[in-house]
Structures are given as structure tokens and as C-alpha cells.
């Protein structure tokens, strides 16, 4: 991917994060997903007192999109911290397993901090030896 879209994809996960409702773990996260054809979904965490519900920012923005008929994708930006972003963000296996379902190995994460300063990984490197919809045809 280009380095502009890049940036401007962790610029809208940045935004995300504003918007994250987070009031018992005080770990706020944003994610933009790109999609093929060019749309980008945003989303945040959403704690609940029963905590159990909590929904993550990146199946946030799957659900998003998929609940708008988008399948197919391109990339994830994921930001996250407690009152800054100070470390990288890699997603949680619930939410690698989600992203399993709809992205082949040409998916690129973004684990960001900034958008100048970011690491990329695959989901065969986040997730390797996985189980997905392949496994049931
Ligand atoms: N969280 C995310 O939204 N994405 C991640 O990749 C890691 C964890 C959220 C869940 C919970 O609201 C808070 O961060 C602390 O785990």
C-alpha cells in the first residue's frame, strides 16, 4: 500500500479512538479498515459492566462493514493506549479469528503509534496454523 494511504488510514483510526467508550479498563483503541473498494470503516472499543460483552475496536469495524454488505478487504490501522498511544497494538485473537474469516494473506495490519511510526504484520504471521472457512468446504 502507499505511504499516504497509509497515514491516512491511522489518521482515522486516531479519530476512532476518540470515540472510544472505555470506562473500566481506561484502554482506549480506534481501527480503520479499508476495503477493496476503497471505503473505509472506522470503530472503538466498547466496554460493559458485565465485561464479558466488551466488543474490541477492530471487530467493531468488521462488523461495521460486513453489516453493510463489504466482504473484502484490504487493510486494518489499530491504535491504542491508556491516555496516549504509546505502544503498538496488535489485535486479540478473537478478533484475529474474525478477521481469518474474511481476509486471505494479502491483508496488511497496522499496528500503529503515529502515522509515521507503525509496524505492518500479515494474519498468517498473527495467526498461523489457523482455522477458517477453507476447513469446511
Ligand atoms: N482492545 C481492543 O479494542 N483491541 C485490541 O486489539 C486489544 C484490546 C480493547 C478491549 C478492552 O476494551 C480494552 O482494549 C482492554 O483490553
Given at each position: ?13 486516531l ?7 472505555s ?16 471505503q473505509i ?18 471487530r ?28 503498538y497494538?496488535t489485535?486479540?485473537g ?44
Amino acid at each position: 500500500m502507499k505511504q499516504e494511504q497509509i497515514q491516512e488510514l491511522i489518521k482515522r483510526a486516531l479519530e476512532a479512538r476518540e470515540k472510544s467508550y472505555s470506562p473500566y479498563s481506561h484502554y482506549r483503541v480506534g481501527a480503520a479498515l479499508l476495503c477493496k473498494d476503497g471505503q473505509i470503516y472506522t470503530g472503538c472499543n466498547i466496554e460493559n459492566a458485565a465485561y464479558t460483552p466488551t466488543n474490541c475496536a477492530e471487530r467493531t469495524a468488521f462488523f461495521k462493514a460486513v453489516s453493510e454488505g463489504k466482504r473484502e478487504f484490504l487493510a486494518i490501522a489499530i491504535v491504542g493506549g491508556g491516555e496516549q498511544v504509546d505502544s503498538y497494538v496488535t489485535p486479540c485473537g478473537v478478533c484475529r479469528q474474525v478477521m481469518k474469516e474474511f481476509c486471505r494473506n494479502d491483508f496488511a495490519i497496522y499496528a500503529a503509534k503515529t502515522p509515521e511510526d507503525y509496524k505492518e504484520f500479515t494474519l498468517m504471521e498473527l495467526l498461523p496454523e489457523s482455522f477458517g472457512p477453507e476447513n469446511l468446504d
